[in-house]
Each structure stands twice: as C-alpha cells, then as structure tokens.
C-alpha cells in the first residue's frame, strides 16, 4: 500500500473515532441531541460538565498525536506522510464515517496533530488562542485566530512545505465548521466565557 493511502487511512481513522460522543453517551448523553449538538469537548462540557470534558479534549488531542507518531514510525524519515496522516486526523474528526460524517469542529484534534509535526509554531499560535480569549473572552474567536495563524508561524519558523500545508488546509476545514460562530460574532450575539451558556 503506497504511503499516502496508508498514511491517509490510519489519519482517518484514528482521527474519526468519536471521543465526545463515547464518553458523553457512557454518562448517558446523546451529544448530538443536547447543548449545542456539536460532537466536541466544548458541548461535553455544557452537558457533561468540566471533567468530562477536560478527559474528551485530552482523547482528542491524544488521537491527533498519535496518527501523525503512527505514521512517522512507519515511515520514518518521511514527512508528507505525517502531514498528510495529521491533515486527515482533522478531516476524520469533524467527518467521521460512524457518525454520518457530522462530527466536531477539529481544533483539539489539530493541536494534538501539530503538536507532533511543527511543536515550536504551536507554542505561539496558543499564545494567540489565550491572549485573544483572555482579551475577548470569545473562545471560538480565540479558536480562529489560533488556527489562521498556525501556518504562517509555521511557514516562518522553516517548517517543511507539508505540514505548512497540513497547517492551511486544517484552518481553512476548521474556519468553515466556525461559519455559525462566525455569524454570530459578526451580529453580536456569540456568547462570551463567563456568560451562562457560553461554553
């Protein structure tokens, strides 16, 4: 099986595994049908509450790491194969098969990706994420921000062509899946932290 398609399949289908949906629904909550209806660890902590929630981001960000090790293993020396494992991590998060391919918004998943394939441009970009919810207290906007910028810090601080683009395309997915969070932060009504109901 050439690298790609090895590379592509394990992505997928570590990244698609549905932490949120198993955890949430082993407490008795159908994710899906309760708070928000996103399958993501921000609706587990409306529902399930914060430790709940903290365990589901940890698992996220665990499947997001582990895709890219698992590929870098067996190819080692390769590095579109780990980009391209990392990049349908995302892909398999916020569309997984199991689930109708309605899945979360991908942020924790991607920073379990890059924390493997580019950890010095991830550092800043979650220094963006803190300062802009810190100065906003809009955590999706802090999402945003966050993941726009990953690839240029990324491109800037001479990581490989791959991830730069493993780096673009997860923020161009993670930005469309924010287009309600969006929407809303542009008519005033996105919910900051704090707020009842903002997280």
């Known amino acids: 099986m050439p690298d790609s398609l090895l590379a592509v399949s394990i992505g997928y289908l570590a ?14 909550i159908d994710v899906r049908r309760a708070g928000s209806g996103n399958v993501g660890a921000t609706n587990v902590l409306r529902t399930s509450g914060v430790v709940t929630a903290v365990c589901v981001m940890l698992l996220d960000l665990a499947k997001g790491a582990g895709a890219v090790q698992c590929v870098a293993r067996l190819a080692p020396g390769a590095v579109a194969a780990p ?4 990049l349908a991590a995302v892909v398999g998060h916020i569309y997984p098969v199991w689930l109708k391919f309605r899945g979360g918004k991908g942020v924790a998943t991607a920073a379990g990706v ?24 809009f955590v999706s ?7 726009v910028a990953l690839g240029p810090i990324a491109a800037s601080l001479g990581a490989p062509a791959p991830v ?7 923020a ?5 899946r924010h287009r309600s ?6 008519s005033g009504t996105e919910r900051r932290v704090g707020e009842r109901g903002a997280l």
Do not use: D, H
Not at 116 to 137: D, N
Not at 164 to 170: D, E, G, I, R, T
């Open 172 to 176: 161009l997915l993670i930005v469309f």
């Open 164 to 170: 730069v683009f493993a780096a673009l395309a997860s």
């Open 141 to 147: 906007l802090g999402s945003l921000v966050a993941t």
């Open 114 to 137: 890059f924390s493997v394939l580019t950890p010095v441009a991830l550092a800043p970009a979650l220094a963006l994420f803190v300062l802009t919810v810190w100065l906003t207290r």
């Open 181 to 186: 969070n969006i929407m809303r932060l542009i």
């Open 15 to 28: 990244g698609s595994i549905p932490f949120a949906f198993l955890v949430a629904r082993a407490r008795g």
């Open 83 to 86: 980009a391209v494992a990392g």
